[in-house]
C-alpha cells in the first residue's frame, strides 16, 4: 500500500468516527431534552409541602403531625420555626437542638419519610 493509500484511509477512519460521535452526541442531547419535557429533572416546589402532615401507622393518640406554610413549621399549634430548607426532595427543620429531616417518597408530593431522628421509621401523608 503507497503512503497516499494510507493517507486517505486515516481520513476515512478519521471522518467515520468524527460522524459516529456526531450522532452519539445527538443522540444523547435528544434523550436528555426528552427528559426535560417530560418532567425527569423538574423540582419539587416548597410550596407543594405547605399544609398539614401527620404520621401513618400510629394508634390516634400517638400520632406525630406538623404544619409547614410560608411562615415556617408548627406543632401543635405552635410556631417551632421560621425557616425550613427544601431542596426539591428533602425537608429540613431544627426544633430546639434537634434536626428534623424527610425525604419525599412519591411523586406527587404527597407523602414524607422521616430520615431524622431515627427512633423508627415514619411516614407522614398530608391532609
Known amino acids: 500500500m503507497s503512503q497516499a ?3 486517505e484511509l486515516k481520513k476515512r477512519k478519521i471522518r467515520l468516527l468524527v460522524l459516529i460521535s456526531f ?12 427528559m ?3 418532567g425527569a429533572f423538574a423540582q419539587m416546589p416548597a ?14 393518640y400517638a400520632q406525630d403531625s406538623f404544619t409547614i406554610s410560608a411562615g415556617g413549621v408548627y406543632t401543635h399549634g405552635r410556631l417551632i420555626n421560621t425557616k425550613f430548607d ?3 426532595s428533602e425537608l429540613s427543620y431544627i426544633h430546639g437542638e434537634m434536626t428534623y ?3 419525599v417518597e412519591d411523586d406527587d408530593g404527597a407523602q ?3 430520615i431524622k431522628p431515627t427512633h423508627y421509621k415514619s ?3 398530608k391532609l
Not at 450522532?23 to 426528552?34: E, F, N, T
Not at 401527620?54 to 394508634?59: A, C, F, K, R, S
Open 47 to 60: 410550596s407543594q409541602l405547605y399544609g398539614k402532615w401527620v404520621e401513618q401507622g400510629v394508634p390516634s
Open 86 to 88: 427544601f431542596d426539591g
Open 112 to 114: 414524607l419519610l422521616r
Open 101 to 103: 429531616v424527610y425525604q
Open 123 to 125: 411516614t407522614f401523608r
Open 23 to 34: 450522532v452519539a452526541i445527538g443522540l444523547v442531547a435528544s434523550v436528555i431534552a426528552g
Open 5 to 7: 493509500q494510507e493517507k
Open 36 to 38: 426535560y419535557k417530560s
